[in-house]
């Protein structure tokens, strides 16, 4: 699994968070792969869009957002 920092940054009227190629594809991701995004406190997982779950053995890939120290 690969690991890389990001930041948040404004896109319309919701964030966005750039990853990169290297990684989307690793993730089995191309440009315009339709994705399930699931939210939890601190968690953001991006999934293939017919991967029901992490018990179904498809792709995933998460991103963990560390709060912006003051």
Same mark, same amino acid.
């Given at each position: 699994m690969s690991t890389?920092? !990001?930041?948040?940054?404004?896109c319309g009227? !919701? =964030?966005?968070?750039q990853i990169t190629k290297?990684?989307?594809?690793a993730a !089995? =991701?191309?440009e315009?792969?339709?994705?399930?995004v699931t939210i939890k406190l601190g968690h953001i997982v $991006?999934?293939?869009r017919n991967d029901s779950g992490?018990?179904?053995?498809? $792709?995933?890939m998460a991103a963990r $957002?560390?709060?912006q120290e003051p």
């Open positions: 890389s920092l !990001g930041r948040l940054t404004a009227n !919701g =964030f966005a968070v290297r990684m989307a594809k !089995g =991701f191309i315009g792969s339709a994705v399930r $991006l999934r293939n992490p018990d179904t053995g498809g $792709l995933c $957002l560390w709060p």
